[in-house]
């Protein structure tokens, strides 16, 4: 079943009396429970590509269905209660509250996003801050942990409220090889055992690898589809 359906899509942005196309005509489905890479050079149109599926953006031109639901020409509001509802973002640079601790950081989009009480959530934090290696820190401050140790909270943040989709723009970018390596197979993990659909951008071949779909951007337009899953 795909989860996501993207049609004909085009993204035009005006520089003063320049146009640039920074996607044209892009096409793709994205299946529920995948492990999707979109790679390509930089300027590629990788981020917007991205930025569109996850509701941040609105196309110029075409279709974009998200969970059934066309998102393409949701207002600012409806695009930040779909967000909040079905999806979870994982960020190159973290993206935690500094004066937040660990615990207080994952517990955020239940109560600023969902209305939820956190203090009901507190088992399935702690599942989560488990799962992803950082329970013994949930007291600490995110200065107080490494960067790996970020971005893995980061990723318990983005599950927190149980996503369909969780978009994934070059979070290893900071990291070292290892560390990346280590994230990204987190992230498999999380999608094996929850279903979740991951759909993520990098650089890096060997964490390119670890995909079991992978599109190839290039000026804007799809020039690749590899599935790993039949090889």
């Known amino acids: 079943m795909a989860l996501v359906e993207v049609t004909n899509l085009s993204k035009k942005y005006q520089m003063g009396d320049v146009t640039i196309s920074a996607l044209k005509d892009v096409s793709l489905e994205i299946e529920e429970g995948t492990f999707v890479s979109i790679v390509g050079p930089s300027g590629s149109g990788k981020s917007t590509l991205l930025n569109l599926i996850g509701v941040l953006d609105q196309p110029s031109s075409g279709s974009i269905r998200v969970a059934d639901q066309?998102?393409?020409?949701?207002?600012?509001?409806?695009?930040a209660d779909f967000?909040?509802?079905?999806?979870?973002?994982?960020?190159?640079?973290?993206?935690?509250?500094?004066v937040l601790t660990v615990y207080e950081n994952v517990e955020y989009p239940l109560l600023m996003v969902l209305n939820e009480d956190g203090s009901k959530q507190r088992d399935q934090i702690h599942e989560l801050l488990d799962a992803v290696g950082v329970l013994e820190h949930r007291s600490k401050r995110p200065h107080q942990i490494s960067g790996g140790q970020m971005q893995r909270v980061a990723v318990a943040r983005a599950l927190i409220t149980r996503p369909?989709?969780?978009?994934?723009?070059?979070?290893?970018?900071?990291?070292?090889?290892?560390?990346?390596?280590?994230?990204?197979?987190?992230?498999?993990?999380?999608?094996?055992?929850?279903?979740?659909?991951?759909?993520?951008?990098?650089?890096?071949?060997?964490?390119i690898g670890e995909a079991e779909?992978?599109?190839?951007?290039?000026?804007?337009?799809?020039?690749?589809?590899?599935?790993?899953?039949?090889?």
């Not at 066309?70 to 695009?79: F, P, S």
């Not at 909040?84 to 500094?98: A, S």
Request: aromatic fraction near 8%.
């Open 83 to 98: 967000r909040g509802e079905n999806l979870g973002f994982v960020f190159q640079n973290f993206n935690l509250i500094p």
């Open 70 to 79: 066309e998102v393409g020409r949701l207002n600012k509001k409806e695009r």
């Open 164 to 207: 369909k989709l969780v978009i994934a723009d070059e979070p290893t970018a900071n990291l070292d090889h290892d560390t990346a390596y280590k994230i990204i197979n987190l992230m498999k993990q999380m999608k094996d055992k929850w279903n979740t659909t991951f759909v993520f951008s990098t650089h890096d071949p060997k964490i």
């Open 213 to 231: 779909i992978i599109y190839t951007l290039e000026d804007g337009m799809i020039k690749n589809r590899e599935d790993r899953r039949t090889k």
